[in-house]
């Protein structure tokens, strides 16, 4: 019965893999292909590469792969700031309310980024901050995920480094810096994965706060391109949308053992 078990469970996450990545392969079919022939699955079609030179004329997207790199680069550089700081001082530093304040962090995680968007909106423009990268990545630098996650890392290092640390004559920064960044390398990889693979994909909040092929990155760029007025060809969509996918993809593949490991780290941790 066991055995029949464990069959029934390997197909059912079978069939899942299977209906999560069809989107993607027909996607990738389509690209390769005339329109006629990626929708009635010709399998003796012919393979082209036209869709992508269609794809890559019809829009700026060289300044859209700079705008996504750089957009998802001063995010993470801000995550990494941010959430080590809070991270090290929830985790080590005893000051009074420290556990009130770490709840307040968290419920954040219960509070959809859609409903502040009127708020993010209004601030960012106050801040002259509207149609710019930094005015994108600005209300998502304090992330109560990475908090916790820097917090729970920063808590499994050991209190003999850091009272050795002390003793060496090291202050808050030091300790910090020496002791506990080093230390949580695993969970720093396995949060940028999360976070550039989050924000490359973000779309709602960089449409309304860009107006301006200068910063808008590839998620909009994308839905532009693909809007009916501007004609619907299935086969040049989809070359454009595996463009568009195509530097994460080949991150994972190329770095999938260390992305891994580095969850399975932080996770033990």
Same mark, same amino acid.
């Given at each position: 019965?066991?055995? =029949? &078990?464990?069959?029934?469970?390997? /197909?059912?996450? #079978?069939?899942?893999a299977v209906i999560w990545i069809s989107p993607l392969v027909f996607a990738f079919w389509a690209a390769f292909h005339t329109t006629s022939d990626a929708v009635n699955f010709n399998l003796a079609a012919p393979w082209t590469l036209d869709n992508f030179r269609t794809a890559w004329d019809g829009a700026p997207w060289l300044r859209y792969f700079l705008n996504t790199f750089l957009l998802v680069t001063v995010i993470l550089i !801000?995550?990494?700031?941010?959430?080590? #700081?809070?991270?090290? %001082? /929830?985790?080590q530093v005893r000051f009074p309310g420290r556990d009130i304040v770490f709840i307040l962090v968290l419920m954040q995680l219960f509070i959809l980024p859609e409903v502040l968007i009127v708020e993010n909106y209004v601030m960012v423009s106050r801040l002259g901050m509207?149609?710019?990268?930094?005015?994108?990545?600005?209300?998502?630098?304090?992330?109560?995920?990475?908090?916790? #996650?820097?917090?729970?890392?920063?808590? !499994?290092?050991?209190?003999?480094l850091h009272e050795a640390a002390r003793v060496e004559g090291c202050g808050w920064f030091g300790i910090l810096w020496r002791v506990y960044v080093p230390l949580a390398r695993p969970t720093y990889l396995a949060y940028a994965l999360v976070s550039v693979s989050t924000h490359w994909n973000n779309f709602l909040w960089p449409l309304i706060v860009t107006n301006s092929p200068d910063t808008?990155?590839?998620?909009?760029?994308?839905?532009? /391109?693909? %809007?009916?007025?501007?004609?619907?060809?299935i086969s040049v969509i &989809?070359? %454009?949308?595996?463009? &568009?996918?195509?530097? #994460?993809?080949? %991150?994972? =593949?190329?770095?999938?053992?260390? /992305?891994v490991q580095a969850f399975l780290r932080a996770g033990i941790k």
């Open positions: 019965m066991s055995g =029949l &078990s464990r069959h029934i469970e390997s /197909f059912g996450a #079978l069939l899942l !801000g995550q990494f700031f941010v959430t080590t #700081l809070a991270g090290f %001082a /929830f985790a509207f149609d710019t990268i930094l005015g994108v990545g600005m209300p998502y630098m304090a992330s109560a995920f990475g908090i916790f #996650l820097m917090r729970q890392a920063f808590k !499994g290092v050991p209190i003999e808008r990155p590839l998620t909009v760029g994308l839905s532009i /391109f693909a %809007a009916p007025e501007n004609g619907v060809d &989809s070359a %454009a949308t595996i463009m &568009s996918v195509a530097p #994460l993809l080949i %991150a994972f =593949l190329v770095f999938q053992r260390q /992305f």
